[in-house]
């Protein structure tokens, strides 16, 4: 597995994902209408033009799904067992259709899993990044991660 497994985690340890992505509308349009969001100022040009942002925003759950995933690579791509929750979610600088998204991971925290000696608990710090280098996102995420198998 490309993953990493368990004892290949250390606190501190990080990740610069090398891969980026520009967001387009058509990304965002899809997304918010999939997730049945029916804000306008992810969809409505004419009312976000209004705002004090003049344009639509590109919805935040996407940009959080989008941060997340692009880790999977580099961190638990067939080693992660699940998501046990996601927290200190904050979204600090819009994200607008033509920006370019760098994504960056972190190692917080450890702990062997309580209910199963097969795995243990490992906690992210993802951030991302615009093209300017802004912060445009960030979250804490626990997930349970496999063990090497025995030999």
Known sequence: ???LYYEEFSVGQEFAHPWTRT?????N???TTMTMNVQPLHLDAEF?????????LVNSIFTLGLMVGV????????TT???LGFSDVKFPKPVFAGDTLRSATK???MRESKSRPDAGIVEFEHTCRNQRGELVAICRRQAMMRKKPAA
Not at 49 to 56: A, D, N, R, V, W
Not at 71 to 78: C, E, K, P, R
């Open 1 to 3: 597995m490309a993953g």
């Open 48 to 56: 976000a033009s209004k705002t004090e942002f003049g344009k639509p």
């Open 107 to 109: 190692v917080t925290a």
């Open 23 to 27: 967001v387009t509308e058509a990304d």
């Open 81 to 83: 067992i699940g998501n």
């Open 71 to 78: 880790s999977v690579n580099d961190t638990t791509i067939g």
């Open 29 to 31: 349009v899809l997304f």
